[in-house]
């Protein structure tokens, strides 16, 4: 079955850098890959998502890229600010194929002021 | 709106005691998910509902787990003879349509903290 590796546990940066956060997936038909957020005592939310017909979206000051032969997928987050920080999580299903999500361990993101 | 709604928000019991977890998802999602998100861990598929079909039950860790989802709707998941391995944030997400074989996003519950003692 699909399988989500997020390698990073924990990632420290300074108020104002970037911050990237990358995922690899196992099965090759997924064609799906959301993030999700996470903050304290909440549930996650979507904050953007790819579908695999394109390598790289935008939204503000986060992107996320797609490299299809490799299995990995990205978030990027520009100028860091302390509301940034959070649990951010990968996910990966087959659209059209599955209606599961599999989501990675999680990456707790810390923005230092 | 109101979006998805789980309760109680905490639950503590003893080894060996059932529980039940509730989740309101949002009006019209005819998708609904329970997913178990252990202490730094991912978050684990355990059950989905999509309007009258019968429930994928493939990630249900158990017999000691079930779900139902009455009238559409509110879903509840029981847990019987609870065990500490139980214990981790159980997490209820809905949507409209098909959910994810749709394209269409998961909006998640706050969850419910459930601690076997």
């Known amino acids: 079955g699909e399988n989500v590796e997020q390698h990073l546990s924990t990632l420290s940066v300074q108020e104002g850098d970037s911050a990237v956060i990358k995922c690899t997936y196992s099965d090759s038909a997924s064609n799906y890959f959301p993030w999700y957020k996470q903050e304290l005592g909440k549930g996650p939310q979507l904050i953007i998502d790819i579908r695999s017909n394109v390598g790289e979206k935008k939204d503000q000051r986060i992107a996320v890229t797609l490299n299809k032969t490799a299995k990995h997928f990205s978030l990027h987050i520009t100028e860091t600010q302390p509301e940034d920080s959070a649990v951010y999580f990968c996910a990966a299903s087959r659209r059209g194929g599955s209606y599961k999500l599999i989501f990675g361990s999680g990456t707790r993101l810390l923005v230092r002021p | 709106g109101a979006g998805v709604s789980q309760s109680p928000s905490n639950k503590v019991t003893e080894k060996g005691k059932d529980v039940e977890l509730r989740c309101d998802p949002i009006s019209g999602h005819t998708a609904l998910y329970w997913y178990r998100q252990s202490l730094g861990q991912g978050l684990e598929f355990l059950i989905y509902?999509?309007?009258?079909?019968?429930?994928?039950k493939s990630g249900l860790p158990s017999d000691r787990f079930s779900a139902e989802r009455t009238g559409g709707s509110v879903s509840t998941l029981t847990i019987q003879r609870t065990q500490q391995e139980d214990s981790a944030v159980y997490l209820c997400a809905s949507s409209a349509r098909q959910g994810v074989l749709s394209g269409e996003k998961l909006f998640f519950g706050s969850g419910t903290q459930l601690s076997v003692l």
């Open positions: 509902f999509q309007g009258n079909s019968a429930p994928d």
